[in-house]
């Protein structure tokens, strides 16, 4: 009740009907003034949000310590001092993945940044190891010295970026931007394919005179561009930058060979571009795929207490919805202690997250146990049923889903 000023009036400003005391019988509004101060919406604001928070974590504290009790008392018709099921599920499940998408996928900032760096290093090994290898195929020792050169340039950036992955620190941008001042950007190295082939041998029509020695410019696959030797711009450029200005290539063949290269990355790179795009699009589209999954959740456990005959669907339906709830909780909660145990490394958490991953798996089990009313036995039989058929339609979901993500690319 609020403590606003009663009318004088009985007459229901909303419905027309008469009011017997302070609140109409018929459509349930109070009966005050309906003009208030500023003053009295601020406080109405407050009571309200107070009111929910109160509802709320109390209907939490029996959610996760008495699974079963809430579903119980909403089909027994106790239902005002809890939060209502569908206000819940909204409310967790719209904080669980505002957190998730926000803080724990593995898209934030920090997560990226050392995946950026970890996926650079790699590439840099195996860039270095390419060089190690035309070392050892040239027996040019101009060409050895500017490769050499490279290699321990290379091995530099490679000291570096593993120094900053073991510190694994804020400092790791400033690592990569002194990696990136020691030489150009790198690019995965990438199989050589039909379709650059097709390039090539379209480039070999041109017949050009190049900028460095007045020499014409011919395509033939192992004098302009011997792929055994070259794999990758990284490598071409990074050996290109060594040699002597006498040796290095004019401006029009390193192009043509840049575009070469180029052609031959980003085929593979446009395949990853688009897996990774559906896995995103994908990820976005669970809490859907999740919403969907609780009717059949609730639809499972109709078929498996069908000879309950006291049991409607929409009680099944809310039982689901606080399951749900639930894990949703739990799996924040689990998320929080891997959160703080990633910076603190403190072995009690691992056992703290091993014991919600455990009661998370014995939620449901109790829950049903406590609400159906049914011996261990049986509930564990029927807990094992309803996790196989719930696993099975999940994979069904997943494939549907992600079918439909790159339908939609």
Partial sequence: MSHF????EKNCLNCGAEVQGRYCGVCGQENIEPRE???????????????????????VKYLLLKPGFLTAEYVRGRRVR????????????????????????????????????????ANEQGELQTLQGMLTATDDAVEKAAIQTAIVKYEQRIRL?????????????????????????????????????SKIDSARKMSKTGSSGGDKV?????????FTFYKDEAT????????????????IKRSIKLKLLHWHSEEKKDRSKLFNTIVEKFKHSFPTMLFISLPLFAFFLKLLYIRRGSFYYAGHGIFSIHAYCAIF????????????????????????????????????YKAMRNFYQQGRSKTMLKYLLLSWMTFIAMIFLIVIFFVISAYKV
Wanted: aromatic content about 16%; glycine content about 4%; hydrophobic content about 45%.
């Fill in 5 to 8: 000023k009663e009318r004088k």
């Fill in 161 to 197: 970026l593993t120094d900053s992955l073991k510190k694994d620190s804020v400092q790791n941008k400033e690592i990569l931007n002194r990696a990136d001042d020691i030489s150009d950007s790198v690019i995965t190295v990438i199989p050589f394919s039909p379709s650059v082939r």
């Fill in 236 to 251: 071409y450029k990074a050996v290109q930058d060594e040699l002597p200005a006498g040796q290095k290539d004019g401006w």
């Fill in 82 to 121: 809890y939060l209502h099921p569908i206000r819940m599920y909204v409310f967790t499940s719209a904080f669980f993945f505002l957190v998730y998408f926000s803080f724990i996928s593995s898209h934030g900032p920090e997560a990226e940044g050392r995946k950026s760096l970890r996926e650079t290093l």
């Fill in 37 to 59: 101060p500023a003053w009295h919406l601020v406080t109405h604001f407050f009571n309200d949000i107070t009111h929910f928070d109160g509802k709320f974590f109390s209907t």
């Fill in 218 to 226: 011919l395509i033939n696959d192992k004098e302009f561009i011997d």
């Fill in 329 to 364: 909780i739990l799996l924040l909660l689990y998320y929080t202690l891997d959160g703080i145990h990633a910076q603190l490394h403190w072995r009690v958490l691992s056992l703290i997250k091993a014991a919600v991953v455990l009661y998370m798996v014995y939620y449901v």
